[in-house]
Structure formats: structure tokens, C-alpha cells
């Protein structure tokens, strides 16, 4: 019996020690202040259940703000990196800063899984799935949709220059937009506007003020259909507003009748899937056959605001 005892726990050491218990996985998100990020951590939060259950750990990584995010992304891939972990989730919003770091560190080993942005790099960084949108189809569905329910000019706003996934948007809304028979236009504001709506709202009022021909507004953060609505309210334009993603107070424009649309992505699917699928890859081999496995788009719009609202009012919407 103690012989047994003896070799049962050897056994248990040898495992523990090879990584066959224990999976540790790292989910790098975007700012702390981005409340579009609490939606996926809730996802994250719900998946770390599971993990924990067997025998893995998640780490929650997220830059302090968008103003050095190149940077900041590397700093955590890194850190992620010198403290072993065996996977990272992970966005690709910078390729030319986050694409390096990802190679490194699938050269120490660790398994990379990609959600919410950079689809068109996954291979570049050997990711294992994707979970989210596909950005340019977003954008192209978006600006369609403006066009065919009256858009002439769409003003598509970005509001981090550079990002690899709001460009996309924007080029998705110029060409869906523009075959739809709509002009669209693209404004950049400065990154450190990014969740000021009072300051993007002055912004989009010179753009309105300017050119009097812009109808439709679409912008690739939540944020920017509130400053939109602002904007409406300061100038007394006739606009039509849309966004990507979503919050209670966009939903209840959409019901009340001062934001047309909003094009959702569902996050906490993402975070949810990106966590839960890396460990289990990690811990039982396992994988799907769907690849990229995409989360969005969708429009919500006065047809069906009423069933999505439920589900955000528990924060998984």
C-alpha cells in the first residue's frame, strides 16, 4: 500500500511538472476604459470557470488607454511570455508592432488564439482559430444598409488611426455604401479623443457644418453614436446615425428613434470562445473545424431592438 501511495504520487508530480494538470493561458483585451472590453471579459470571466475547474489559470491583460497601443500590446505579449503561460487569446489591432511579438512567442511554444480583430493576419501569426466579425463584411453590411434605407453621404469616423480592424470597417462602409449608390467619406480623430464624446461630438459638427450633404454618420466605436446624437442635437442636422457594437443607452436611441442602427459583433461570444477553446485545446487536443468561426455581423435596428436588450441588461449583449 505505501509502495502505491509512493509511485501514485511520483506519477502525480511527473504530470503536474510536464503541464499535463495545469494550463495557464493569457487573454490580451484592449483599455480599461473601453467598456466595449467589459463585455468580452465577462465572456472571459464565464469561460475561467471552466478553465479553473481543470486545473488551468487565465490571466486578464489590458492596456491602460489606445495613446501608445502598439507599445503597450507588445509590453503585455511580452510579460505574457516571461511568465510561461502556455496560451494567449489575443486581438491583432497593430500587426506591424503585435505580429513579431506573436512569432516570438509561438517560438517559445505557447499557442496563439485570435479573436475580435486582424483576421487577415492569422496566418502570419499561426493563430489556431478566430472568433469575431469580419470587419470589412461588417462595414460593407453597414454601409449597404444606410444607403438602402436613404443615405446619400456617409461620414464613416475612426477612432484610433491606424487599427487594423477600424480601417477595415471604414472600407467595408465606403464600398457597401458607395454600391448602393451613397458617397461615403472617412474622418480620423486623434486617438486620445477616443470615448470623449464631448470632444469627437465637436469634430463631427465641423464635418457637418462643412459639407451639408452629409445624411448618415457611421462610427467604428459605440461611443461616436453618442457623440453623433450630440451633434444632431447642437446642429438641428437631419442625419441618420449608426455604429459598430452597442450599450443600453445606444438600444434605447435605436427604440426612441434618434439612432438608426448599430452593428453588433457579440463580444462576450468571443471572449467566451477564445478563452474556453484555447485551454481546451491546450488540455484535451481538441479543435473545430470551422475556421475562422465568426461571431458577426448583425444589424439592430427598430425590427429587433426589443430582443437584444434582454441579454444586455445581464451584460453578455
Known amino acids: 500500500m505505501k509502495l502505491t501511495k509512493t509511485l501514485t504520487a511520483a506519477m502525480t508530480a511527473v504530470l503536474v511538472s510536464t503541464g499535463a494538470y495545469a494550463q495557464d493561458i493569457a487573454v490580451i483585451a484592449g483599455s480599461i476604459e473601453d467598456a466595449f472590453m467589459d463585455k468580452i471579459k465577462k465572456g472571459v470571466d464565464d ?5 479553473e475547474a481543470n486545473g488551468g489559470t487565465v490571466q486578464y491583460l489590458r492596456t491602460q488607454n489606445y495613446e501608445n497601443f502598439g507599445p503597450d500590446l507588445v509590453t503585455l505579449i511580452n510579460q505574457a511570455i516571461a511568465q510561461g503561460v ?3 487569446a489575443i486581438p491583432v489591432w497593430v500587426p506591424d508592432a503585435q505580429i513579431p511579438a506573436l512569432q516570438m512567442a509561438a517560438e517559445e511554444g505557447i499557442k496563439i488564439m485570435q479573436y475580435n480583430s486582424g483576421l487577415p493576419v492569422k496566418a502570419d501569426i499561426g493563430a489556431i482559430n478566430y472568433f469575431g466579425s469580419d470587419e470589412y463584411a461588417a462595414g460593407f453590411g453597414g454601409g449597404k444598409y444606410m444607403a438602402e434605407n436613404g443615405a446619400t453621404h456617409i461620414l464613416c469616423h475612426i477612432q484610433i488611426p491606424g487599427a487594423i480592424n477600424l480601417e477595415q470597417r471604414c472600407q467595408g462602409v465606403s464600398d457597401g455604401g458607395t454600391e448602393a449608390g451613397a458617397k461615403v467619406t472617412v474622418i480620423s480623430t486623434p486617438a486620445n479623443l477616443d470615448g470623449d464624446v464631448t470632444g469627437t461630438a465637436e469634430a463631427m459638427k465641423a464635418e457637418l457644418i462643412g459639407d451639408q450633404s452629409i445624411d448618415a454618420i457611421i462610427s467604428t466605436a459605440d461611443f461616436g453614436a453618442a457623440a453623433a446624437a450630440n451633434a444632431v442635437e447642437q446642429t438641428g442636422i437631419d ?9 443600453p443607452a445606444t438600444l434605447e436611441r435605436i427604440s426612441g428613434g434618434l439612432q438608426t442602427m448599430a452593428i453588433d459583433q457579440q463580444p462576450y461570444l468571443q471572449g467566451f470562445l477564445a478563452t474556453s477553446m484555447l485551454f481546451a485545446h491546450l488540455k484535451f487536443g481538441t479543435e473545430i473545424s470551422t475556421d475562422p468561426v465568426l461571431t458577426g455581423p448583425a444589424i439592430i435596428d427598430a425590427s429587433n431592438v426589443d430582443a437584444v436588450k434582454a441579454g444586455a441588461e445581464l451584460g453578455a449583449r
Open 86 to 88: 502556455d496560451g494567449i
Open 239 to 247: 442625419l441618420k446615425i449608426g455604429a459598430f457594437d452597442f450599450s
Open 47 to 51: 469561460a475561467t470557470h471552466m478553465v
